[in-house]
Every structure is written in C-alpha cells, then in structure tokens.
C-alpha cells in the first residue's frame, strides 16, 4: 500500500515558489502608500477647488464686495477668488479652514512640531497646503503639496519627492 501525500521536497520547493512570489509582489504593495498620499492630496485639492469656486458665486451673488462674510469669518477677494488678506502661514490656514469649515485639521508651519494631516506655507502670492500625515514623511519621503494660486484660484497637485 503506497500513502498519498506531499514529500518534503515537493513542500520545500512550494514554499521557496510562494517566497518568490512574495519577493517580487509585496515591494508593489508597498508603493501603494504613495498612490493613496497622492490621491488624498487630489480629492482634497479637488474639494478645495469647490470651495473656493461656491465662494466666488457667493462673492458674485453679493454684488462683488471687497470682503465677504462666510460662517463668521471674513473672506478678501482678489481679482474675484479667495485670497487671504496677507500670505502669511496662518492667513492660509483661515482660508483652508474656510473652505472646508473645519473637516480637514490644518495648522500654520512651524519648524519641528506636531501638526495635524495639513500644514500651510503663505509665501509671495500663494498659498501652500503641505499633506504629511501628522508627521513630516511618516516613512515615505513623497510630500504631496497643494499650490493654491489666489490670482486665479487654481489649487495644483504637486509631487515633491525628499
């Protein structure tokens, strides 16, 4: 009578077989990382941009002020789009959290300390909305960085790579 089963070579040789396999997928799971920072960074820069664009139309609806009153906060216009009245970091982080009243944590940058998922760079004529996760690169040295330029209300997408 002969038994049925697998010898120890034929599990061996599955075992090294599903090792290589492993080896050579896993590293492709583990860039999704990045994939998801960039898609966060999109969906929220996309949300921004809604935002900014349902402020115009208020801005427009009111007969074009110079300010205008958004849930208790008060919004400058440039050239018909958002614009903070000074591009200083914590000028930014109001017109963020503006426009997403709160639902997205953002801090002005400041050097070394803890931050929620948004820190805000104001520089020149726009803004900079930075995505770390709470932590600058939280072992990924991708940086995704939303540009918002109030002069035309663009916010961009950018990949800042460490």
């Known amino acids: 009578m002969r038994n049925q089963g697998f010898t120890l070579v034929e599990l061996v040789v599955v075992i090294v077989l599903l090792g290589i396999i492993a080896a050579v997928v896993l590293p492709r799971f583990l860039d999704v990382t990045d994939d998801a920072r960039i898609a966060h960074a999109q969906a929220s820069a996309g949300s921004f ?8 139309a208020a801005w427009i609806a009111s007969g074009e002020p110079g300010t205008l009153d958004l849930d208790g906060k008060t919004v400058t216009f440039t050239n018909g789009w958002p614009h903070p009245a000074t591009m200083s970091n914590a000028a930014c982080a109001d017109l963020w959290d503006t426009a997403f009243r709160g639902a997205e944590p953002v801090q002005p940058y400041v050097a070394g300390a803890a931050a929620p998922a948004w820190s805000t760079l104001g520089f020149g004529i726009s803004c900079l909305f930075i995505y770390h996760d709470g932590e600058i690169f939280a072992g990924s040295n991708l940086l995704p960085i939303i540009l918002y330029r109030p002069l035309n209300g663009s916010p961009d997408v950018l990949r800042f790579y460490m």
Do not use: G, I, L
């Open 49 to 56: 941009a809604t935002s900014m664009v349902n402020t115009r």
